[in-house]
């Protein structure tokens, strides 16, 4: 039998309520936008959004959350197949797919012509054979910003990483801080965001921690990060889409400063796995063997990424209370990503972690 409140909320559903002001919303464009219908999957935020990287890690987080709050998502995608499981995100329509090349103005000013906010979240951890690094982060980027400037876009969202800087030893870093610059030349109300290294499902660092560890010993795995669960990433990037206009950068780092060592040890103590007895490589044959490896067709480590192996992650403080999200510890994550690396054995075994290093440790 349904209750008294439940039958309100079918009622609400098969009679929505009467449209009211706060319904609509002028864009700085001038463009209006009516939201529609209930909260939710069916719902119509009256935003048109396109999200440039959908296809990756970051990219189907941000698609899933801003479709489920009814906003309309443009995909554009390089290759039919990864952009299949992005579609079921937003209800019939909502979700719209167009085929693009970095290097086509025409693809992306087609991509971007009906939206009032565009993200950026195109990158390249490696150079391939018909991209490198500055072409994805510094060229593409910039042809992104210029032609959302002169489409009329209100809004940019550009992301860059948290260790951009002109003067790193790391190609992947220097590319995305003049990316950072030509961005804010072409469209100066940009926001940049700069995370962190992501970790999630499909993350490069977990799962990689797991399967390679000996390629996370160099520098005797003393290299400092600060990991940020990738929800958290696209929950302030889908965020940002409600909010007035930041133009300014936005460091998004995870809560915690990390060795690597500390984060194999997480990884072994929650996979239940012995610690790793790799040897700890010398850069130099780290980088002869990285460099080697790149005679392989499918991604290897690349000599850019031992590189970045000793690099640690800047110290700059994170901007979360902006973007209205509350970062969470790796530990309470881990178990979710780590747990396909168990025996069936273990499967269900209680995570344990392993006690963190002093910070005074970790600051010295
Ligand atoms: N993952 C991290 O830990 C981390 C940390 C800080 C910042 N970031 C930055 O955050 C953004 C998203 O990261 P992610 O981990 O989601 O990256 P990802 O999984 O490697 O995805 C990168 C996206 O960029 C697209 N892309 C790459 N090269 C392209 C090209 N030549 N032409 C068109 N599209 C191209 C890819 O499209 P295809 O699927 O077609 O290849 C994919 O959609 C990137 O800018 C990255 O640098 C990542």
Excluded at 100 to 117: F, G, M, N, T
Excluded at 206 to 232: F, G
Excluded at 291 to 319: C, F, H, K, M, N
């Amino acid at each position: 039998m349904l209750t008294a409140s439940s039958s309100r909320a079918l009622r609400s559903l098969a009679h929505p309520s009467k449209r009211a002001y706060h319904d609509l919303i002028t864009l700085p464009s001038k463009r209006a936008a009516v939201s529609a219908g209930p909260p939710g999957y069916s719902a119509v935020t009256g935003h048109v959004v396109t999200v440039f990287g959908c296809t990756g890690f970051l990219g189907r987080y941000v698609v899933a959350k801003l479709a489920k709050m009814g906003t309309q998502v443009i995909i554009p995608y390089r290759d039919e197949d990864e952009k299949r499981h992005l579609k079921l995100m937003g209800d019939l329509g909502q979700v719209v797919p167009m085929e693009w090349d970095i290097r086509s103005e025409q693809q992306i000013a087609e991509c971007l012509r009906h939206s009032d906010l565009v993200y950026n979240l195109t990158g390249r951890n490696f150079d391939t054979k018909n991209f490198d690094m500055a072409s994805v982060h510094v060229a593409g980027a910039e042809r992104i910003a210029k032609i959302a400037a002169e489409s009329g876009v209100s809004r940019l969202v550009h992301v860059s990483h948290l260790n951009a800087s002109h003067t790193s030893p790391s190609t992947f870093y220097r590319t995305k801080a003049e990316g950072e610059d030509r961005v804010k030349a072409a469209f100066p109300r940009a926001t940049i965001v700069k995370p962190g290294t992501m970790y999630g499902s499909e993350d490069k660092l977990l799962n990689n921690m797991a399967t390679w560890s000996i390629w996370w010993k160099l520098n005797q795995a003393q290299t400092k990060t600060r990991p940020v669960h990738v929800m958290d990433v696209a929950q302030a990037l889908a965020n940002l889409m409600r909010m007035p206009e930041l133009a300014r950068t936005i460091a998004l780092p995870g809560p915690s400063t990390l060795t690597h060592e500390y984060l194999l040890e997480l990884v072994a103590s929650v996979t239940m796995r012995p610690p790793s007895g790799a040897p700890v490589l010398p850069k130099k044959v780290a980088l002869a063997l990285a460099r080697a490896a790149q005679a392989v067709w499918w991604p290897a480590l690349s000599p850019d990424e031992v590189i970045r192996r000793y690099i640690d992650d800047v110290d700059t403080p994170g901007d979360w209370d902006l973007v209205g999200v509350t970062p969470s510890e790796i530990e309470s994550n881990a178990i979710t990503y780590l747990r396909r690396y168990r025996t069936a054995e273990n499967y269900v075994r209680p995570a344990v972690f392993p006690s963190r290093p002093e910070a005074a440790q970790l600051s010295s």
